[in-house]
């Protein structure tokens, strides 16, 4: 009930107090600082400008500050006498139940752990405020003493990137005499830049590796002063000594003295490299013994070992073959010690998904003066050989939930040579409009299964096992079945594949920015019946001379496919990124190569297939994004076979494409289907409940993201593509791609979404309108002007609400 209210309330602030900004709440001296503007600025990015604000304004929308009224509004419930009477109550109930739990430490530490997390909730409560003021923000009250340290700040940060002459002050303006808005006046002048690099370095060695080196440097003559790129060599110094041997090497030793005196707008840079206090110098060891353990420790019971390329493998029973752990071992004896490969060991190991954790450790030998030893002792230890998932969730189309559930089982390390196998069932059900009625939904079920296998090495004849084995590789053969049930059809599908996986990693233990997958052979087979007659009369257009309802046949899809994907991003798509996948396929050639796998009733289809996707996601500060995509693709049969595979086709429209139309239901190009009506008049037939193939993609996307309250983000959106055929189709005038004019025939949708982050998932809903429709007749093309709101809950022809989960690209 609290809920709900608070929900109610929430959208009744916002449309209610959209016109005013609350001061009457203000003491008699105090104003509400309501924008921070900062001007001048030529070469520094104003983000960075803003993250240094001691003092943040109460944002403004319409001339209005719609958070400070949400905050002002849930203070009016906000009770912070009766939250302190809930901690002390707690915690006396606290107390109570440990003396009830005596010595039990078992019981003691659950009621410790149940009963203070809502202490903690509670003292947060009482903090932060109730819901409803977390959702908006408290009052800025100007303080100029903040003011001042801002500025101290922002001449902290530009002589950090140079700008040693920088003039920074402020204005007010204050002519409402409860509001301020607060001017920046920055002037950068002229930075500094390095003119000469020297060198400090006692150690004679490590001074020849440090200048062999140069060359490498982050900084580089010419370039502006710049604290943050000092910072980063410092870091490249550590690792390349630290990956050099020098075990005791410490980041404290290196230093950068700057001298700005002896010329104008110039900054000498001298690199130091102090030695330790005890000794002549800094150390370089080389490994010893590498031992590594691959199981858990048993108290006075000895391991077998197994002596294997130079490496003591130890173990009470050795369930895994030394020649594949060797493939993931990057440290031998008499290797100079190297941080670097330290850390690949950790992460190869880690990729096998067969040990629970594992960690690296040294100890240092007894030696000579001249000679530095360290022993390596990598410890895994085993994780569990069979792991069960579940997966329960809800599909949400049509405006129908669908509930859908998954079951995974991994058997881990299966044969000795750390292998996986998984085997998976999946089901679900979903909704679908009506061919025959709009208004009515009827039901998609799906269900299905899968069995891989996953070998940790690329398995090729006439090649070893070492082959990519810095990057990760596997090997996956699998097969599966899938049975879908629609209302235009039933279809099964028989799937046999190989797959080799590589990837390249920016760093040892961060995720992989790039991802390699070869498929040499892939086997479909596809059987099903088409039970909707409208859908099989859609079917019946031809293309080329040749019906689309022979893509429709049932077949053998056999192919090689190559997929590649670059991306700089993290799940949340909070950094500077960029995102690129190209999957290509190439169907069919066991064909031309004399085996023909004609079997029965079975066509062997032959085509080609390209889909490359760009993606670009930019930061703009105060979480804050701009995201944009261009998606394109093309489909084409192959040796006058003249049929593509249905499921080849590509299809536009849907909760990740142009969100405007419906899911595959966008198309194609300018193509205008005509209904007549029985008084003779010719309208276009623009609701189609009939997926539209195509074997030309272009689409294209922008939002603008932003945070709204707490976990709940907008975002406002574009999207704008199509489908097209490659040949021209009579039947269909304007379905065809033509380079001189696509770009008039791409449907256009807008809107706006609200995305709940919950952590663990992130909820989507976008409410999307149509712009420009080019299937529509002449003059009835843009469409915006018939946009009504109550189009997004209902079925309609104008707009829609998509629902999904992550987001869209």
Known sequence: MRLRLYITALAFTMLCLQACVPTRNLGEDERLLVSIAPTGLETVDPTAIQALYQQKPNRMVLGSTPYLSLYNFGKKFYDPEKIQARIEKQQARLRRRIEEAGTDS???????????????????????????????????????????????????YLNSRGYFNNEVSYTVDDKDDKLVHVTLNIDENIPYRYTEFTYGIQDSAVRHLVQSTASQSLLQLGEKYNEEELTKERDRLYNLLRNSGYYDFARAYIEFEVDTSFADRAAQIK????????GNGHRAYRLNNVYFKTDQDRFGIPRDTIRFNGINYLAYDHKITPLILDQKVDLYPGQPYSQLRTATTQRKLADLDVFQFNNVVYSRVDGNDSTYLLNAYINAVPAKKFQETAEVGLNFTERTPGPFSSVRLRIRNVFGGAENLDIGLRGGIEGQVSIADPDETVIIREYGGEVALSFPVILLPFTEKRLLSDFGPRTRIFTGYLNTDRQEYTRETYELGLEYIWQRYRAPLQPPIMQFILSPINFNVVQGEIKDPVFEESLQNT????????????????????????????????????????????????????????????????????????????????RRYFAYRFNAGVASSLFNSGIIPYDKHFFAGGASSVRAWQYRRLGLGSYTPTVMLENGEVIADTVSYVEQPGNVLFETSAEYRFNMFSFINGAVFVDAGNVWLLEEDPARPGAEFDISRFYKELAVGTGFG?????????????FATKVYDPTALEGEKFRLGQFKFSDFFTRNNQSTLQIGIGYPF
């Open 106 to 156: 078992a019981k003691v530490q659950k009621v410790r752990a149940r009963i203070g997390n809502r202490i903690d909730r509670l003292k947060e409560k009482k903090k932060e405020g109730n819901f409803v003021m977390q959702l908006g923000e408290p009052p800025a009250i100007y303080d100029s003493t903040l003011m001042e340290e801002t500025l101290e700040q922002i001449q902290i």
């Open 271 to 278: 690199t130091i490299i102090q030695n330790p206090e005890q």
């Open 543 to 622: 293309i080329g001379g040749r019906s689309l309802l022979e893509s429709f046949r049932d077949g053998i899809i056999s192919f090689v496919g190559f997929n590649f994907i670059y991306n700089t991003n993290d799940f949340t798509q909070t950094k500077d990124a960029t995102f690129f996948r190209t999957l290509a396929e190439v169907g069919g050639l066991t064909k031309e190569l004399g085996l023909d796998l004609n079997i029965g009733n079975l066509t062997t289809f032959q085509y080609a297939r390209l889909n490359p996707d760009y993606r670009r996601y930019i930061p703009l500060g105060g």
């Open 754 to 766: 609200i995305r709940f982050d919950l952590s663990v998932l992130i909820l989507r809903f976008d």
